[in-house]
């Protein structure tokens, strides 16, 4: 159990201080604009940005049309060139944009590596890709015939993206959608421009180096917030809108995609469950929960949020959870030491604050949940453990901190009900040595999740799967497995090679 160590103090927390540095060794410039932009490590006004407008937003969907329909002819594999040094240009840069990612949205620097490295794996399984983007023949029941499905290059992609993850999931679209014929433009988080401007800044180089065949407006960036992603969802030259955020977010995205029967991959919130079964490896079953839950502050998409613990472990078990929290080293993400970072903002803490005094009303205990002091303006918490009563108020609704819900249950099959009760169905995992148990939770009438997981957590996904969860965690599928399907359009064909006509279903019509 990693969780020992002592909480490290962070009596002067300066990101700003980084920042330059980073920002020539990546590339870039820090932009000066009126929307101001802070380093959630410090509180520190780091730099500020001019949001792009409507008509702007226009113009820059116009040039990826544009590239679209040179990209389009370039074959798959050459597409799969440019990408290859995508990741060639992230390995080199991986230091310096994952202390970006760390001072951008404050998670630890092995999650700001990590995240690059998630950049690079991605790229990786698109090179691969760009020689597989098989179709299929298909048996024609008419004599002298031949069916075919071949997969084409789409159109422009907007991807719109969220502040946990302010570099993975624009890599997890783009590289993708490149190697499959589109052109791509990006709306990041405006809580995390930096990382997307040093991104873009990257991609731009290997673009001037890779000569004609990569068009200008091949990949684009447009800064702003909601009225910047609403324009460029509303764009008829937008094929596909891959939107990752909250559910709200993507009520709206997905139906202003729909208005105009465009595409959308949608990738929203979650409210992610762990069942631990008297049979599991406790130790095991601890890592994964306190990781699951505390990991990257409680602001994963796929963050454990909610614990059902059998009756007859749980006074065993949750006992051990509280003292992991109470433990968590919490401090400045630079230092290794830190397990967690802090917050994004003020609204963030005020959102977990109203989750804590509405599970209490409720008649919770709450364990932890209170600031850290001596971190400046930045938002350092200790993680809440909440025992519940039964699962209801802020247990159902998806709060982005680290809070656990706890519950007890008797049967398999109510843990599983329990689990599939929420709105959202993102993740859920089990611990349990019983194979039995283990089969049921991934069964058709087991965990209703896009992801189920068995002996591990909630969160920390691999590229190679597919990712994406089903209700209101909006039914996409991106990164690995067969989601690169949703970046292309699928065209059946049938060729005669006879002399005769015939009809299908045995239709006759003679002249
Ligand atoms: P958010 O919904 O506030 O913002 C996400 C993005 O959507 C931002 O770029 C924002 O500017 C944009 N946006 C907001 N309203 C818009 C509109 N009307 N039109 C177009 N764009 C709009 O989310 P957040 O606070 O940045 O991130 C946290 C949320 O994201 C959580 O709910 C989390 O679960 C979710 N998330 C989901 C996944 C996933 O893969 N399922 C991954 C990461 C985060």
């Known amino acids: 159990m990693y969780l020992g160590r002592m909480t490290s103090q962070h009596p002067a927390i300066t990101a700003t201080t980084h920042l330059d540095a980073l920002a020539a060794a990546l590339g870039f410039a820090l932009p000066q604009g009126g929307v ?269 949020r909610r614990l059902f613990v059998e009756r007859g472990t749980y006074d065993s078990f949750v006992p051990r959870i509280i003292s992991a929290a109470a433990r968590l080293p919490i401090g400045d993400p630079r230092d290794p030491a830190n397990l967690a970072g802090p917050l994004i903002d003020e609204a963030s803490f005020g959102a977990m604050q109203a989750a804590l005094a509405d599970a209490r009303a409720l008649g919770a205990t709450v364990h932890g949940g209170e600031r850290i002091d001596g971190s400046g303006a930045g938002v350092y918490v200790r993680p809440a453990v909440v025992e519940m009563p039964t699962q209801t108020g802020p247990m159902l609704r998806e709060t982005f901190a680290p809070i656990l819900y706890c519950l007890r249950y008797d049967t398999l099959d109510e843990a599983i009900a329990l689990n599939n009760a929420a709105a959202q169905g993102l993740s859920s995992s089990i611990f349990t040595n019983d194979l039995r148990e283990a089969e049921a939770f991934v069964a058709a009438s087991g965990s209703d999740c896009g992801i189920a997981n068995i002996n591990i957590g909630t969160s920390g996904a691999e590229i190679g799967g597919a990712f994406g969860g089903e209700k209101e965690t909006g039914g996409g599928r991106e990164s690995g497995s067969d989601s690169w399907k949703a970046y292309m359009r699928r065209q059946t064909s049938t060729v005669n090679y006879s002399a005769a006509l015939p009809l299908a279903q045995g239709v006759t019509f003679e002249l």
Request: hydrophobic share 45%; proline share 6%.
């Open 36 to 304: 101001e932009v802070f380093s959630p490590v410090d509180g520190a006004r780091v730099a500020g940005f001019d949001p792009v407008d409507a008509a702007a937003v226009g113009a820059i969907a116009d040039r990826a049309a544009k590239a679209f329909h040179h990209w389009r002819t370039v074959p798959g594999p050459r597409r799969g060139e440019l990408v290859r040094r995508l990741g060639e240009e992230l390995r080199r840069h991986k230091a310096d944009l994952g202390m970006l990612v760390t001072l951008d949205c404050g998670k630890p620097l092995s999650e700001g590596l990590g995240e690059v490295q998630e950049m690079i794996d991605i790229c990786d399984f698109a090179v691969g890709l760009s020689r597989q983007l098989h179709g299929l023949t298909i048996a024609s029941e008419r004599p002298g015939h031949r069916m075919s499905e071949t997969w084409h290059p789409l159109g422009p992609v907007a991807i719109i993206t969220a502040f946990n993850f302010p570099v993975a999931v624009w890599a997890w679209n783009a590289a993708l959608a490149l190697v499959c014929g589109d052109s791509v433009v990006w709306k990041p988080s405006e809580k995390t421009p930096l990382t997307a401007i040093a991104v873009q800044a990257l991609f731009d180089r290997v673009v001037a180096d890779f000569g004609p065949d990569a068009p200008e407006g091949l990949a684009q960036l447009v800064l702003g917030d909601a009225p910047t992603g609403a324009a460029l969802v509303d764009h008829p030259e937008i094929a596909l809108v891959s939107a990752t955020g909250s559910t709200a977010m993507g009520r709206i995205v997905g139906q202003a995609a729909a208005r105009r029967f465009a595409r959308s991959l949608l990738e929203l919130g979650g409210n992610n469950a762990t069942v631990v079964a008297p049979s599991a490896d406790m130790e095991l079953a601890l890592t994964g929960c306190a990781f699951g839950f505390m990991g990257t502050t409680g602001q994963r998409c796929t963050s454990l």
